[in-house]
């Protein structure tokens, strides 16, 4: 049998080091009995569908996933189990209709079909507003959590269905670095403890090397040689994210998913982090995948950009492309609100209507029709194919040609 390492090496041909196709990350949040009222001549689905149309269930789910939430005999009430019909049976009966009683389950779909992929070196941008799925897309790819449905391919192996073992060995490979650097580091830890934990678990060095190995890694991230033995609390914001990074580099990655890394620190702090990250992607030749709803921060660093928008990509290209020609309209509601150092250039802001719905109960046809000024009859029907319009730049929106090139 090939083990993981032989399988990436014999596998690597494709110049893509990820490659995700048609992932879904589904969370269920709420499972409950329902009581339907079916009318003559309707199905128990019809009259589901009508009483609550928003709680539907993906067919989707994983086999794992649908198992572990089967209903039980015991958490049936026993006056709902009787054979017996119940007085509302009786009474909608009587009306010419149905009781029934259904168990119905709620999911947040909060990455919902999401296809790309990331060249070696490169660094994938991924901006949208708080709750699209970001970071749960980010998790999912790196199998922290058990997606619902789709394929990731890392050099060219699928890691979908790997467990146990053959995970354990590739997470060094593939890291994350958190957004909020006070919560993610133990507090009574040092910090060379923080960093070589992980070091000592994966064997990264022998023993006699790792104190050298460590400081070696901290100077990379601009830590001084004596912050080894102190603690996360006597460092500010962005050296606790010098920390997060060196800790994470500390594994010999190659792909790091930076999950808003730098949001909670002071913009004067913002570019310094921004900096290191890419000085260690040209000196290691590493590949991020960088989640940020700042696009200032975003365009400094991505090659290429992918917006979210309710679980989904809604625009997707080269960073260029992405600014200065976008063409969804949500993409151009979230440039215009970035603000210019110019005091000459008039932006035209676009104040988008109403909040961001509820992936519970995400709208039908295009995901963004209502809150978007262009919104066409076709776009609460159907929902856009996401299509190339040239050069790798990708958008799902009905006022573009809708057949594929
Ligand atoms: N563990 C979870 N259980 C249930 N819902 C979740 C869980 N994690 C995230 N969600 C929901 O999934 C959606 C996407 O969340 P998230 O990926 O954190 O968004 P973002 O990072 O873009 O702010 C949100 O609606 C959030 O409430
Ligand atoms: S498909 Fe329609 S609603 Fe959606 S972004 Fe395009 S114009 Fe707006
Ligand atoms: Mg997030």
Not at 192 to 220: L, N, Q, T
Request: proline letters at 6%; charged letters at 30%.
């Amino acid at each position: 049998m090939q083990t993981t390492e032989t399988t990436l090496k014999s596998e690597n041909s494709s110049p893509y080091i990820l490659e995700v196709h048609d992932l879904k990350k589904h969370f269920l949040i709420r499972k409950e009995w329902k009581i339907v009222k079916e009318q003559p001549g309707e199905t128990k689905e019809q009259a589901e569908k009508k009483e609550q149309p928003e709680r539907e269930v993906p067919a989707d789910v994983s086999a794992s996933e649908n198992n572990s939430e089967e209903a039980s005999a015991e958490e049936i009430p026993a006056e709902q189990t009787s054979e017996q019909p119940s007085e509302e049976e009786k009474e909608g009966e009587k009306r010419g209709g149905k009781v029934k009683l259904v168990y119905r389950k709620t999911y947040v779909k909060a990455v919902d079909g999401v296809s790309f992929n990331v060249p070696y070196g490169e660094t994938l941008g991924i901006v949208g507003e708080s709750g699209c799925g970001k970071s749960t897309m980010g998790r999912s790819i790196l199998r922290l959590h058990e997606i619902t449905a789709g394929k990731i391919l890392f050099k060219g192996l699928d890691i979908t269905k790997l467990k146990g073992a053959e995970m354990r060995k590739l997470r060094p490979k593939m890291q994350i670095v958190f957004q909020d650097p006070y919560s993610s580091l133990p507090p009574r830890l040092p910090v060379g403890e923080i960093i070589g934990e992980a070091v000592k678990i994966h064997k990264i060095v022998p023993k006699s090397e790792y104190k050298d190995y460590i400081i070696d890694i901290m100077r990379k991230c601009g830590l001084q040689d004596f912050y080894f033995d102190r603690y996360p609390h006597e460092f500010s914001g962005g050296q606790r994210q010098r920390i997060c990074i060196a800790r994470a580099l500390a594994l010999g990655p190659e792909f790091i998913v930076c999950d808003e890394p730098v949001s909670a620190l002071d913009v004067s702090i913002q570019a310094q982090i921004v900096n290191l990250l890419k000085e260690l992607q040209r000196d290691l030749n590493l590949t991020y995948m960088f989640i940020s709803h700042d696009l200032s921060v975003v365009k400094h660093i991505s090659d290429r950009v992918g917006v979210m928008y309710l679980g989904k990509f809604v625009e997707m290209g080269d960073k260029n492309a992405i600014f200065n020609s976008p063409m969804h309209p949500y993409t151009l509601a979230l440039l215009s609100a970035v603000p210019v150092a110019d005091p000459h250039y008039e932006v035209k802001r676009i104040i988008l209507q109403g909040d961001i719905p509820s992936p519970a109960n995400p709208p039908k046809g295009c995901k963004f029709h209502t809150r978007c000024a262009h919104c066409m009859d076709i776009c609460k029907e159907v929902e856009p194919k996401f299509i190339d319009y040239g050069n790798g730049h990708l958008c799902a929106c009905h006022l573009y040609p809708q057949e594929e090139r």
